[in-house]
Every structure is written in C-alpha cells, then in structure tokens.
C-alpha cells in the first residue's frame, strides 16, 4: 500500500491542490493558512530538494517555486479583504498549475524512498 501511495504521490499533488482551493473557497481562516503552510513546508523541505537530486535541469523551476511559497506565507492572514483574496487565489491557481504541469508525472514515476512518504504525511 505504501508503495502505491508513493508513486501516486503526483496525482496526490493535484487533489491537495484541490482540497486547498476548495478550503480558500470556504475562507481564509486559521485552517486554510495552516492547511497551505503545512503543504509547501513539506515541498521546500523535502519533495523539491529529492526532485532537485534527481532532476537537476529543474532546480531553477524548484526554486521559483520556493520562492512563490515565500511570497504566498507573505500574502497570508485569515482577515484579507475580497480584494487580497482575489489575488491571493490568481497566484495559487497560477503556481498549481505550474507545479502540476512540470511535476506530476515525475512524481509519479518516482520509487519508494522514506524522505518522501514522510512529507507526503505531512504536506496533506
């Protein structure tokens, strides 16, 4: 089961991506900043470094995205007005969409490796 898990783990990007969105469609409150923290943490710490490793023609594109999450935990507060919302949301959709499109598939073709179940536990 784990292993199936693992390699998944790129289709289990998408559907965190979902559920997040749905979560800041509900509101931005205490749960979605800590739920978004809790995701890109796990990425910048663990699944861009194995990525990297593996896939150093993307090291310039995994850090663009560790630079996004920066910006992102910037952007965060569970009082934004409609108008920070609005932005907020056009950038999330924007880096998922590019997260997805460049890393999908490559995680799902990764083996097993323990680094990476333990920030798949954490990052959902």
Do not use: W
């Not at 199936?4 to 979902?18: K, M, P, S, V």
């Not at 470094?49 to 560790?66: G, I, K, N, W």
């Amino acid at each position: 089961m784990e292993i199936e898990r693992l390699r998944a783990y790129g289709n289990q990007l998408i559907a965190c991506h979902h559920h997040l969105l749905d979560l800041m469609d509900a509101g931005i409150d205490a749960t979605f900043c800590a739920a978004l923290t809790r995701h890109h943490t796990a990425e910048d710490a663990t699944v861009f470094p194995v990525l990297a490793a593996r896939h150093p023609e993307l090291r310039e594109f995994l850090d663009s995205l560790a630079r996004d999450h920066e910006i992102i935990a910037e952007m965060l507060k569970p009082d934004m007005t409609a108008e920070e919302r609005d932005g907020l949301a056009a950038i999330l959709e924007t880096h998922f969409i590019g997260e997805e499109k460049r890393l999908v598939a490559l995680l799902n073709k990764l083996d097993p490796d323990p680094e990476l179940t333990e920030a798949m536990k954490a990052g959902e």
